[in-house]
């Protein structure tokens, strides 16, 4: 990772500007110097001297300081970096960019650059679905801005939730790397948006950089006789999102992918099979891995004795269908003796008791990360929106309903977290 990487905070006037202080630690953490702006309403959430301890350098926070002009203009300013990042991005500060306007130095600094810029939209969920809001995102997503978030959530005002938390100094962190590597954040790589962009998956210097993850994704299938089988509901949309994801944020991905409709991610080595077996054959040969995904819907039976020939109505009866156990692909490469993955992540779909079956699969299965959701009756099998738990030996962190590249994005950004704490302890 080079030192050398720089960006331009500018942040903005909302409650989540606290969190900058902690996204300014991490970046340093990382090699990522950052420079502030602090907007005049930023400025009454945090105060330029926090962000100027953390940062390592005085905090700009007016056009018209003959000082700051002094020191650097606001057009060298938003030149001499490689990225602008605005977080909070509030409502105001996000039409300002869409109609350009230019009345203090945050915006002014928008204007001038001539580097990207990423944004981390936050305010209340009525203002974020506002048409004028919603205007003003597709300009500048129209614009090449790049945006991370915002989540769903409870916000700061009393009994409000929805879209507008601004993502998390992780997740911001994460687009960061990826912005600084020349590719689009996750969310706008699963809307297509890498093609308007330079660079590509498998980035030298995303979080995952020199990693190799392993993804399993879809239903098996397992043959009754040569045209008919036993499936499940799954449509591996969260697998494949999560491959997506891992690919974006630099790792090296081997997707295992069962049968499904959705499109082998771009930048990905997909791996295509039909059963169980196959399934456990094509993961083994993929081979060691510093993570492993197991987010597949593995067929728990198979036929016992699956029939070479099309069955026949031919008066016998019905056909006696035993059924045997599958291999648990999780479980074996969890419980590895050599050459198990730092990482094993598996998932719980239940329809009752979600997070207590999850922390009984976790300790039976010997995976070191249970995603659970709930699949009774909710469309998550197939729908496009997930609400997950993550449950491990510390336990259990619950998310809210998010679109699943969302719950993607930030998996792969806390896998990456629980990889380079681990490596830190070693
Ligand atoms: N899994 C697997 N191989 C299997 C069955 C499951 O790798 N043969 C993995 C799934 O990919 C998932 C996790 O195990 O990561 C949990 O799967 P789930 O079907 O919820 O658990 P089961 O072991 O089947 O338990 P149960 O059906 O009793 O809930």
Same mark, same amino acid.
């Given at each position: ?32 110097s ?11 959430f ?76 936050a305010?209340n ?24 978030g ?13 879209p ?12 960061i ?21 330079? =660079?590509? %998956? ?6 995952? +950089? #020199?990693?190799? !993850?392993?993804?399993? $994704? /879809? *239903?098996?299938?397992?043959a ?8 499940n ?5 969260? =697998?494949? %999102? ?6 974006? +944020? #630099?790792?090296? !991905?081997?997707?295992? $992918? /069962? *049968? ?20 456990? %054959?094509?993961v083994?040969?993929?081979?060691? +891995? ?18 070479p020939?099309?069955m ?18 999780l479980a ?5 003796p ?89």
């Open positions: 990772m080079s030192a050398s990487r720089s960006i331009l905070l500018i942040i903005g006037g909302g409650i989540a500007a606290y969190k900058c202080l902690e996204l300014i630690r991490r970046l340093k953490d990382r090699g990522i950052s420079r502030c702006i602090l907007t005049k309403a930023g400025a009454e945090v105060t330029p001297l926090a962000v100027s301890s953390l940062a390592g350098e005085r905090c700009f926070t007016d056009l018209f300081s003959l000082t700051d002009e002094a020191d650097i203009g606001h057009i060298a300013l938003s030149r001499s970096t490689d990225l602008l990042v605005v977080a909070p991005a509030t409502a105001d500060l996000i039409a300002k960019m869409a109609t350009g306007l230019a009345n203090d130095l945050a915006s002014t600094a928008l204007l001038a650059t001539d580097k990207r810029v990423l944004i981390a939209p305010m969920p009525r203002m974020w679905q506002h048409p004028a809001t919603r205007r003003n995102m597709a300009q500048l997503e129209k614009d090449g801005i790049l945006v991370v915002p989540n769903s959530g409870a916000m700061a005002e009393r009994g409000e939730s929805g507008g938390r601004m993502a998390e100094p992780a997740e911001i962190l994460a687009a790397e990826l912005a600084l590597a020349g590719e689009a954040t996750t969310q706008q790589r699963a809307i297509g948006f890498l093609g308007r962009l330079p =660079g590509g %998956a498998g980035s030298p210097q995303g979080p995952l +950089a #020199g990693r190799h !993850v392993l993804v399993t $994704s /879809g *239903p098996t299938h397992e009754i006789d040569p045209v008919r089988y036993i499936a509901r799954s449509s591996g949309k969260q =697998g494949h %999102a999560i491959a997506a994801a891992a690919a974006a +944020a #630099g790792a090296r !991905v081997t997707l295992v $992918s /069962g *049968p499904v409709a959705v499109p082998d991610p771009p930048g990905v080595e997909t791996v295509h099979v039909e059963s169980a077996r196959e399934m456990l %054959a094509a083994e040969a993929a081979l060691p +891995a510093d993570i492993a995904i197991f987010a597949a819907a593995v067929a728990d039976w198979r036929v016992a004795d699956a029939a020939e099309k026949k109505k031919d008066g016998s009866g019905l056909p006696p269908l035993a059924l045997i156990e599958n291999p648990d692909i074996t490469v969890a419980h590895r050599s050459g198990r993955p730092s990482l094993v992540v598996g998932f719980a779909a239940e329809t009752q008791n979600v997070v207590a079956f999850a922390q009984a699969k976790l300790a039976k299965k010997g995976c070191d990360l249970i995603v659970a959701n709930d699949v009774g009756g909710t469309g998550v099998m197939g729908g496009d929106a997930n609400t997950v738990h993550l449950v491990t030996r510390e336990g259990v962190e619950s998310w809210p309903t998010l679109a699943k590249q969302e719950v993607a994005g930030r998996l792969i950004a806390r896998v990456s977290e629980i990889i380079d704490a681990s490596k830190a302890r070693a």
